[in-house]
């Protein structure tokens, strides 16, 4: 019996050799029937150095059926480096019992330094009944590039996505050979991990380029005492510091050759406005189009170009001289979902690559009302009872017009911290689904020891130049209507 199993992993693995770079996988509940079964949408990306190679998940456990929602796609190639392709898979489970999904196989490119060979990675799925939410349990969200570059002589930090849609504590570690979670664990030396998801490099000065196997354990925790109860009415009470489900997070990490100077914007390249800030929270509705404006300069490199991590069937756009857009059109299938895009921007002087910091954002997807929660970035703004505007009439209303065929994009993101705080606003925008005009409006409820009276002017500015770095033109006005009206206009051609 052990023999068939073995051979059974064997003809499901479909890449054999050293050419592995690393995989992830997020799940989301999808609906729980009548009957008590329950269906779930799982979406991997698997890595290799060239597109020609692909891989399977295998479930063990309440599997029930499968059905391969999207074929492996390529999201990003690196011709002569890597590749990175996206699947998506939908399982009908009788009941809500959770289960495992193991890929295993093969190796990972040649000369990993710290002495990883055959890669596994193992995603643990629960979907019982959660008490805090009523609903099943959706796993943090996160993705990341297949490379990550650093030059070996610079310290340098790797904070991660690591997003979770039931508000859960979202923590990171590396993964355990006794769990099996990986073939070998073995830890880079020349990192070190954080609980909150936040990798550093130790510089090593290296006169060669050498690639270690990052594998990594994202968990979720509650942040109160759940029960958790299955389809049979069986319950299991789950604590702070019990870890709900469990994702992989692999890739590799190429130490390259020393750089003349660490400062960023020079050989390093840095993220300029209207980028996002790090772990920003956007928001699209469905089937309209989310463009992310990216903006990067290196000035002592020859070229700089962008890569990227997110959904298959996002478009990057290069307009020259670091600027860059990644657009995003989601469809109805993933209305209320969040999902990961992650980037970085790569210098290239004389044939040597250097990366920037890595920069991610988390995009929710809903239908036509925006509510943005961005507590926990820090913000200027945060958010504490989500709050709609209806639908006729809308509270507060724009007068600037824009053609209705496209659709045109929106840019949305979090408000980082500016003094003095600012707590308990509430942020909502609302557009028409069909009409000659197309109108967006702003509402937000403030508490600030600002005074509305004698510092509109400050919190006029500060609420436009980080609408305007988030990618909303120079020429939008920002009004105070009354104590409790803040208006944005903009006009687009």
Not at 173 to 193: F, I
Not at 420 to 426: A, E, F, K, L, Y
Request: glycine content about 6%; proline content about 9%; overall charge negative.
């Amino acid at each position: 019996m052990m023999l068939s199993v073995l051979l059974l992993l064997l003809l499901v693995s479909g890449s054999q050799g050293s050419h592995f770079l690393g995989t992830m996988m997020t799940y989301y509940p999808k609906e729980t029937n009548a009957d008590g079964s329950v269906s779930v949408i799982l979406r991997y990306k698997v890595n290799f150095d060239s597109c020609s190679y692909n891989d399977q998940w295998v479930c063990g456990g309440n599997c029930g059926n499968e059905t391969q929602t999207l074929a492996l796609t390529k999201v990003e190639e690196v011709t002569g480096e890597w590749c990175q392709s996206e699947g998506i898979i939908t399982r009908l489970l009788p009941n809500n019992t959770g289960f495992e999904t193991v890929l295993a196989g093969g190796g990972w490119i040649n000369n990993i330094q710290n002495g990883v060979s055959s890669w596994r990675a193992v995603t643990d799925v629960e979907l019982r009944n959660r008490s805090d939410i009523g609903k099943p349990n959706t796993s943090p969200q996160t993705t990341i590039l297949p490379a990550l570059r650093v030059p070996s002589n610079c310290p340098r930090n790797i904070d991660l996505l690591a997003f979770d849609p039931d508000g859960d504590t979202v923590k990171c570690r590396y993964g355990n050979t006794s769990d099996s979670e990986c073939n070998p664990c073995t830890p880079p030396s020349v990192l070190s991990l954080s609980p909150s998801c936040s990798l550093s490099f130790s510089p090593t000065n290296s006169s060669t380029e050498l690639p270690y196997a990052v594998q990594l354990v994202m968990e979720d925790f509650p942040t109160q005492s759940i029960t958790l109860t299955q389809t049979n009415g069986l319950q299991e009470v789950k604590t702070t510091i019990d870890a709900i489900s469990k994702i992989p997070l692999q890739f590799v990490l190429k130490v390259g050759l020393p750089v003349p100077s660490c400062t960023d914007g020079l050989y390093l390249p840095r993220f300029l406005s209207p980028t996002p800030d790090n772990r920003a929270q956007l928001y699209i509705p469905v089937n309209q189009a989310l463009e992310i404006p990216i903006r990067a300069e290196a000035t002592a490199s020859q070229s700089t170009e962008l890569l990227y991590s997110g959904p298959y069937n996002v478009v990057k756009t290069s307009w020259g001289s670091g600027n860059f857009s990644l657009t995003w059109r989601p469809s109805v299938t993933e209305a209320g979902q969040s999902h990961p895009i992650c980037f970085v921007a790569q210098a290239n002087v004389s044939g040597t690559f250097y990366h920037s910091d890595l920069r991610c954002v988390i995009v929710t997807v809903g239908n036509t009302t925006f509510i943005e929660d961005a507590s926990t970035a820090g913000p200027l703004l945060t958010t504490t009872t989500p709050m709609t505007l209806p639908a006729t009439p809308p509270l507060v209303t724009t007068v600037g017009t824009v053609p209705a065929t496209p659709p045109p994009v929106t840019t949305l993101g979090t408000v980082p911290a500016t003094p003095p705080p600012v707590t308990s606003p509430m942020i909502a925008a609302t557009t028409p689904a069909s009409g000659p005009q197309y109108v967006i409006a702003l509402n937000m409820k403030i508490s600030t020891t600002l005074s509305l009276e004698n510092d509109s002017d400050t919190i006029i500015t500060l609420i436009k130049n980080k609408l305007i770095e988030k990618g909303l033109p120079s020429t939008i006005t920002v009004r105070l209507l009354s104590s409790s009206q803040v208006v944005v206009t903009t006009a687009r051609p």
